[in-house]
């Protein structure tokens, strides 16, 4: 029997032989989320997506970098999110006219929120509305350590922070976040 791991595995040594089947096959498997993962950051369904697309291009094209010392599923996650936070630095540096997004919910449709669970969803969707209206240094550290996992000295190496400036702008997000649920839980 394989198990998901061995078979990911295979599929990585045959991308590095150059089969596009093998490389279909790891972009079913990963891209909704890695999707999800750039759209948390980037909070636009249209960036998300190219950032998405470039991931998978990168990792396919440096394959044989891939050392195996992680799953290739992280491996790929830290590509998504370095390019996220590259894309959402050049934005951020444009005034941009907002505009209202009608496949929004398609996306949280898609990434399962299952009408049966209706109000843990409300509670998860109360949330994310929350966080999406977080200060945008706060929303992106966030997602980087409670959803993403990833720990204070990772998120400081990807925002390129001082430990200190890290600790102390997850902590205020955090309090902002309570607040803000607080404010609309009234």
């Not at 990807?158 to 607080?182: D, F, M, Q, V, Y």
């Amino acid at each position: 029997m394989i198990t998901a791991i061995n078979y990911t595995d295979q599929l990585v040594t045959r991308c590095r032989k150059g089969e596009q089947r093998a490389q279909l096959e790891l972009y079913n498997k990963y891209q909704k989320a890695m999707f999800n993962i750039a759209l948390r950051i980037v909070n636009d369904t249209a960036e998300a997506e190219d950032v998405m697309q470039e991931a998978f291009i990168n990792a396919f094209l440096k394959i044989d970098t891939f050392k195996g010392n992680s799953t290739f599923g992280a491996w790929l996650k830290k590509i998504t999110v370095n390019l996220s936070i590259n894309s959402f630095n050049k934005r951020s540096k444009f005034k941009e006219v907002s505009y209202n997004d009608e496949f929004k919910n398609e996306v949280y449709e898609e990434i399962g929120i299952d009408p049966e669970e209706e109000t843990k969803n409300k509670k998860v969707q109360q949330i994310l509305l929350a966080m999406r209206s977080l200060k945008e240094n706060y929303r992106i550290a966030l997602n980087l350590h409670l959803i993403e996992g990833y720990d204070y000295d990772e998120i400081c190496e990807i925002l390129n922070i001082s430990p200190a400036n890290c600790r102390t702008t997850i902590s205020r997000a955090k309090e902002s976040l309570r607040k803000k649920l607080i404010e609309n839980g009234k």
